[in-house]
């Protein structure tokens, strides 16, 4: 696999456009879930969309640039696929609920949940910074969800299954990195995840609008835009150097959800997001230092 020449400026170009594609990624799927483009789809076939038009966008390129493949390891793809698939199924149903800011601020919380399972699942140890890190953001997701009788957001409480599960999924995300080529585990991971999708969505799929399957196009095509481009990113600096600019996706969804929908957040979504953002950074941080 050829190496990329470090190009920091170029790889926080590409990051930052990946969090445009994954917040449009997430407004897409909240116009699916409700009635803007017609009856509302099952979040089943929302994530159906997302893998079937992935895929198809993928294969292409695959077919296109022909990249070396390898003998993938189906036990760990098919561990990452599934908990891929039921994360981003929860966050589709959860932001058809709750404003798209408290949704990406939640999913935030998916490397603090891989780190805590890869306690028990890696045999990692984690220190008292790690540990404040991993308190700061759980308390910030704590006063998203609004701990009340009368602004309890019930629905939070899928951002936060989908941030448990996406954070099992980094588990096995870390187990195939050094194992097989980027493109590879694109490849499977969206083959996969097609397949598990059809069979799930099979008793929900209803028959789109055409306005629904334009989006259901947009959210396939802007994922593996976001992939791409994700990927590139880490080629081209360090991950601790590129990841932090991956907290921009809350800009862009509150963003996109002030121009669509007329949401502007309130003092408790930023107060909860910035808790939750400083408690990332701050691991972010802690594991630049740990591998340093």
């Known amino acids: 696999m050829t190496l990329r020449a470090p190009n920091p400026p170029l790889a926080v170009a590409l990051m930052l456009t990946a969090t445009a594609f994954i917040a449009g990624t997430m407004l897409l799927a909240k116009t699916l879930g409700t009635d803007f483009l017609g009856d509302p789809l099952h979040p089943l076939q929302i994530s159906h969309g997302r893998f079937l038009f992935a895929f198809l966008a993928i294969a292409t390129a695959t077919a296109?640039?022909?990249?070396t493949?390898?003998?993938?390891?189906?036990?760990?793809?098919?561990?990452?696929?599934?908990f891929g698939w039921g994360g981003v199924?929860?966050?589709f149903a959860a932001v058809s609920y709750i404003p798209l800011s408290d949704a990406t601020a939640i999913s935030f919380l998916n490397p603090v949940f891989g780190m805590l399972l890869a306690i028990p699942l890696l045999g990692e140890r984690v220190g008292p910074w790690r540990w404040t890190a991993a308190a700061m953001a759980l308390g910030g997701a704590m006063i998203l969800l609004r701990p009340g009788?009368?602004?309890?957001?019930?629905?939070?409480?899928?951002?936060l299954g989908a941030a448990v599960i996406m954070g099992m999924e980094l588990i096995f995300i870390?187990?195939?990195a050094n194992k097989e080529p980027a493109f590879q585990i694109l490849l499977t991971n969206n083959a996969l995840g097609l397949v598990i999708a059809t069979v799930a969505v099979w008793p929900f799929w209803a028959a789109p609008t055409a306005a629904q399957w334009?989006?259901?196009?947009?959210?396939?095509?802007?994922m593996a835009a976001a992939q791409t481009c994700f990927v590139n990113a880490?080629?081209?600096?360090?991950?601790?150097?590129?990841?932090?600019?991956?907290?921009?996706?809350?800009?862009f969804a509150a963003l996109y959800d002030l121009l669509i929908f007329?949401?502007?957040?309130?003092?408790?979504s930023i107060c909860g997001a910035g808790i939750i953002l400083t408690g990332a950074t701050l691991l972010a941080w802690r594991e630049n230092q740990r591998i340093a």
């Not at 334009?214 to 959210?219: E, H, Q, R, T």
């Not at 007329?262 to 408790?268: E, S």
């Open 149 to 159: 009788p009368d602004s309890f957001q019930l629905a939070g409480l899928l951002a």
């Open 234 to 251: 880490v080629a081209r600096a360090d991950a601790s150097f590129v990841t932090p600019f991956s907290y921009v996706t809350l800009i």
């Open 89 to 91: 199924t929860l966050m």
């Open 174 to 176: 870390k187990k195939l």
């Open 64 to 67: 296109i640039y022909r990249p």
């Open 262 to 268: 007329d949401v502007v957040p309130d003092i408790v």
């Open 214 to 222: 334009v989006a259901l196009i947009g959210i396939g095509v802007m």
């Open 69 to 82: 493949l390898s003998k993938p390891d189906w036990g760990l793809h098919i561990g990452r696929t599934l």
